[in-house]
């Protein structure tokens, strides 16, 4: 009699907690994917893969068709071929020529002399892959950056991706509009939508439901460097790669402009390229080339949602541990392993980590505690 006592009032608690997650739910979610939003259990949770948990997500998949749609404008049949293909299997096919260890080992000692490996040791150099034309995972479930870094869950590559995507049109659009040009679409959707292309491989999903420890190249993040090899490799114009090159940052000052320079000859080096002959850099290879297009500034520009998104996502993550020990019963010791990693993924992935910021920002802790067991209640 007692254990149904219980048991009856768990339940009743239950549901005034998701009735509260419901309501958060319609301030963190669209309408629609607050309406379609199925509540699973923890243990449900922990069953689904990555890609699983990204094709659940409406937001994930808005974005996603967002993006093929924006693809699909791209007016050069060759370039929207190539932009599909990679969406499709972002895989890194630029390394097919670095299969061996002797090629492997003269290309690292020459990033050697241009001082690109400086923080990445030859044992670390490329992230592992099983086969160079296969991605290990697909661009819909990658993550969008490191773990404890914005969009850090399956398909938060997508929904950052999209938001860059639009920062950047609307930047195409604006342009027209106040100062009477058209800057090349083209490459302002290409550039964008494949300025991150190769964090599927580079932060690909562990066992434990963390991704990859990234390395830097460089002076960056390694996945800036490959993107860019990889769309050099598959033959993109060479004005994509150099917007591309221009995502971390922008060439209008000399002391800024040093960082593309040298992430394009990181990425020429990796494809047998010279950066010069091939139209990257200027007749000097100290710039790029003069004078300057406006689609680099735009793609630098449009890559700058991680202001917000990186300390956004720092500050849920704190809060997502607090709620995982407070109310799903976790240990220490399951902060650190996959029992966490799969909550908090399956949450992120779901209401994203800005959808729960704002949560956070606007109603308050507890507001994103209800919020976040009304995605996932525990077993």
Request: hydrophobic share 40%.
């Amino acid at each position: 009699m007692h254990d149904g006592i219980l048991l009856e009032r768990r339940k009743f608690l239950q549901l005034g907690l998701m009735a509260g997650g419901v309501a958060a739910l319609h301030v963190a979610l669209p309408q629609a994917s607050a309406a379609q939003l199925r509540t699973i259990t923890l243990e449900e949770c922990l069953a689904l893969s990555p890609l699983e948990m990204a094709k659940r997500s409406e937001i994930v998949m808005q974005s996603w068709d967002f993006l093929r749609q924006a693809v699909s404008e791209i007016r050069n049949d060759s370039l929207r071929q190539a932009v599909f293909q990679i969406l499709n299997n972002p895989a890194p096919t630029f390394t097919e020529a670095l299969s061996s260890e002797k090629d492997r080992k003269e290309v690292y000692a020459q990033l050697q002399t241009q001082g690109a490996v400086d923080q990445i040791a030859f044992d670390q150099f490329l992230a592992p892959v099983d086969d160079p034309r296969k991605s290990p995972w697909p661009f819909l479930a990658g993550p969008g950056s490191g773990y404890q870094s914005h969009h850090a869950y399956p398909g938060g590559l997508v929904t950052h991706t999209a938001l860059n995507t639009k920062v950047s049109l609307s930047l195409w659009e604006h342009y027209k509009t106040v100062y009477g040009f058209h800057l090349d679409r083209d490459v302002v959707i290409a550039s964008q939508v494949l300025h991150d292309l190769h964090k599927p491989w580079v932060f690909q999903w562990q066992p434990n439901g963390e991704s990859r420890t990234e390395r830097k190249l460089a002076g960056t993040g390694e996945h800036h460097v490959y993107s860019i090899a990889e769309s050099l490799h598959r033959g993109l114009p060479v004005e994509v790669c150099v917007a591309q090159a221009c995502a971390h940052n922008h060439p209008g000052f000399p002391k800024d402009e040093e960082a593309p320079v040298r992430w394009l000859k990181a990425a020429a080096t990796l494809t047998g390229k010279d950066p010069v002959k091939t139209g990257l850099l200027d007749s000097d290879g100290r710039t790029l080339p003069v004078p300057r297009r406006m689609e680099n500034f735009v793609c630098h520009l449009g890559d700058h949602d991680w202001v917000l998104t990186v300390p956004a996502a720092k500050w849920v993550i704190e809060e997502m541990k607090q709620i995982a020990v407070k109310d799903y019963g976790m240990s220490e010791a399951d902060l650190k392993g996959s029992r966490f990693n799969q909550l908090r993924n399956y949450v992120f992935s779901q209401a994203s980590i800005m959808g729960l910021y704002h949560v956070l920002s606007t109603r308050g802790a507890e507001a994103l505690s209800h919020t976040v067991q009304s995605v996932v209640v525990r077993s």
